[in-house]
T-cell receptor, first 111, second 115 residues
Framework: RKEVEQDPGPFNVPEGATVAFNCTYS??????FFWYRQDCRKEPKLLMS???SGNEDGRFTAQLNRASQYISLLIRDSKLSDSATYLC????????????FGTGTRLKVLA | GAGVSQSPSNKVTEKGKDVELRCDPI?????LYWYRQSLGQGLEFLIY????????KSGLPSDRFSAERTGGSVSTLTIQRTQQEDSAVYLC?????????????FGPGTRLTVL
């Protein structure tokens, strides 16, 4: 089982739609969680960190469910510019230093 | 301010040759990471630097891979006797202090093609 798993997609949605992605992680000791965005042939960029209480940034909402070991990303009112691959990232306890990246979920927003 | 830079942006080499990839992190960032991303794959962790030391080298795939960091700044990833399976995009990232609460800032990557 992969340490961080994501549905690769693609998710094809019309402009204005709401779309949600989930990501599951296997290590219950995971402490920090992030969503990164990666455009085609570009480097990943931080979209948002994920906090235990859930957090929102404009049209984007991230949530963490520790009991079921998954995080989610909700995008409301999708824009064409949201088309990208969304990477789920998990960091374990101090001493391992490694950020574990999922393989990403590809989103295509259609006009 | 300046972001993370990497050079070269593209490198084509023949099997068996050695290559050096360079990363210039954001000034003042003490943590530096190297990753590898193959086509359609996620980012694979290679090595982490805190200052000039590398407390975690666990991701280096073989002894043909090595990395160093000097002056707490520039890092070089060296691949000796390259193989076709080494073809990938090599990404460098830096963060302010390292650790789980830190944001990683990525460079544009070096696309390595081994013929």
């Amino acid at each position: 089982r992969k340490e961080v798993e994501q549905d690769p997609g693609p998710f094809n949605v019309p402009e204005g739609a709401t779309v949600a992605f989930n990501c599951t992680y296997s290590n219950s000791a995971s402490q920090s969680f992030f969503w990164y965005r990666q455009d085609c042939r570009k480097e990943p960029k931080l979209l948002m960190s994920v906090y235990s209480s859930g957090n929102e940034d404009g049209r984007f909402t991230a949530q963490l469910n520790r009991a079921s070991q998954y995080i989610s990303l909700l995008i409301r009112d999708s824009k064409l510019s949201d088309s990208a691959t969304y990477l789920c990232v998990v960091w374990y306890d101090p001493g391992t230093y490694k950020y574990i990246f999922g393989t990403g979920t590809r989103l295509k927003v259609l006009a | 301010g300046a972001g993370v830079s990497q050079s070269p942006s593209n490198k084509v080499t023949e099997k068996g040759k050695d290559v050096e990839l360079r990363c210039d992190p954001i000034s003042g960032h003490t943590a530096l990471y190297w990753y590898r991303q193959s086509l359609g794959q996620g980012l694979e962790f290679l090595i982490y630097f805190q200052g000039n030391s590398a407390p975690d080298k666990s991701g280096l795939p073989s002894d043909r891979f090595s990395a160093e960091r000097t002056g707490g700044s520039v890092s070089t990833l060296t691949i000796q006797r390259t193989q076709q399976e080494d073809s990938a995009v090599y990404l460098c990232a830096s963060s302010l202090v390292g650790g789980g609460a830190d944001t990683q800032y990525f460079g544009p990557g070096t696309r390595l093609t081994v013929l």
